[in-house]
């Protein structure tokens, strides 16, 4: 699949390609991640958030004639797979580097690839801490770290009062690390999880699940789970009579869960690590909604995500100017110190993790969201 930015191409002078993938009119990225089903959806849309950037850049002349294109392959978010669209990206493709790469387990088998070829990752999507580690010095990530999402949820509860808390996670690697990074926020206020559950990708024991939350009775529920499979344990557990508050990480879709839960799910916070896309003060959240809408690209926290991600991006290879390789862009990223959208994004500090934003928002009519 190829999403490229649109938009005339300036006439430049031509320079001599030191690097793969970076012509006189275009540089190409690869990204591997999960592309179908409904998590693919969510991946979609932050793509297309993504291309409405790179297209706005290249409408402007921001990168002196040149485009944006991405190169996009599935692996399903299997690690072997994941390993064998970097090494197609690579070799076959001449990528120049990648962007928006998706998943903990993906991300961390691909990592001696991408070191030794010396190709830049910038945005990763869903990349726990652990993997992040795996990865460090060929990936930047502008979304803030799990760990910093399971602080906030944990200090925000026990703010207003509730000290039973109990975790939801993924039945994967990446889940049983949300797990740790839950149990270490409580562990912060003298608490640990009243209860601990992993679910299933096809949630099929949703019900068995929701049965072990409610035999230790939770005020309120932590959920580290995608597409629908926070709708189903919330129905499974109203189900057997069991009432908490749920909260979910970023990981959580709003809108889906919306559709699968029905009206009860007003109610659901969730942690989002980008700033609210329907904010009408600033102006580029304005800017943004406005070519969503124009390219009938959904609004909402995936697409504006994409969108931030690309803007991150477009500002590195801007101050790598025409004569563009790989050290030139890693050197970049490296001093970018920016702010976005009220975001503050500062990779100077020498890590590999930008923001520390996180913000607060509930599930609303229609699985819309307000703060």
């Given at each position: ?6 938009g ?13 993938g ?173 209860a ?37 344990l ?9 009432s908490?508050?749920?909260?979910g ?90 702010r ?28 819309k969201?307000?703060?």
């Amino acid at each position: 699949m190829f999403l490229g930015a649109a938009g005339a191409v300036v006439a430049a002078p031509a320079v001599h390609a030191a690097e793969p993938g970076v012509t006189d009119q275009e540089v190409v990225f690869g990204q591997t991640g999960i592309l179908s089903g409904p998590l693919g959806a969510q991946i979609n849309t932050m793509l297309a958030g993504a291309d409405l950037a790179f297209a706005e850049a290249a409408r402007n002349g921001e990168l002196g004639g040149r485009r944006v294109r991405i190169r996009s392959l599935d692996d399903e978010l299997k690690p072997d797979l994941a390993v064998a669209n970097v090494k197609r990206l690579l070799e076959q493709e001449h990528v120049f580097g990648f962007f928006g790469n998706v998943g903990s387990a993906t991300t961390a088998a691909t990592a001696p690839l991408l070191k030794q070829a010396g190709a830049p990752l910038l945005g990763g999507y869903a990349v726990a801490d652990s993997a992040r580690e795996r990865v460090k010095g060929a990936a930047y990530f502008v979304r803030t770290t799990s760990g910093r999402e399971a602080e906030a949820l944990v200090q925000h509860l026990t703010t207003i009062g509730v000290q039973r808390i109990g975790a939801a996670v993924l039945d994967n690697p990446g889940g049983q690390e949300a797990q740790a990074l839950i149990t270490a926020a409580l562990s912060q206020f003298k608490l640990e999880p009243v209860a601990v559950t992993a679910v299933k990708n096809d949630a099929s024991n949703a019900a068995e699940a929701a049965r072990k939350l409610a035999d230790r009775n939770p005020q309120a529920v932590l959920m580290y789970l995608g597409g629908v499979l926070p709708g189903e344990l919330m129905k499974a557990t109203w189900a057997i009579g069991a009432s908490p508050s749920f909260y979910g990480m970023s990981i959580v879709a709003g809108e889906v869960t919306a559709k699968v839960a029905g009206e009860r799910a007003r109610g659901l916070a969730i942690s989002q690590v980008v700033p609210y896309p329907w904010g009408q003060a600033d102006p580029l959240v304005s800017g943004y909604r406005q070519l969503a809408e124009a390219a009938k690209v959904p609004v909402g926290y995936y697409s504006f995500e994409g969108y931030l991600n690309a803007l991150v991006l477009v500002e590195a290879l801007k101050r790598c100017g025409r004569d563009l390789t790989r050290a030139r862009l890693h050197a970049a990223i490296r001093s970018l110190k920016m702010r976005l959208a009220g975001m503050n994004v500062d990779f100077t500090a020498g890590g590999h993790t930008a923001s520390r934003f996180v913000d607060l928002v509930q599930v609303s009519h229609g699985g819309k969201f307000v703060r």
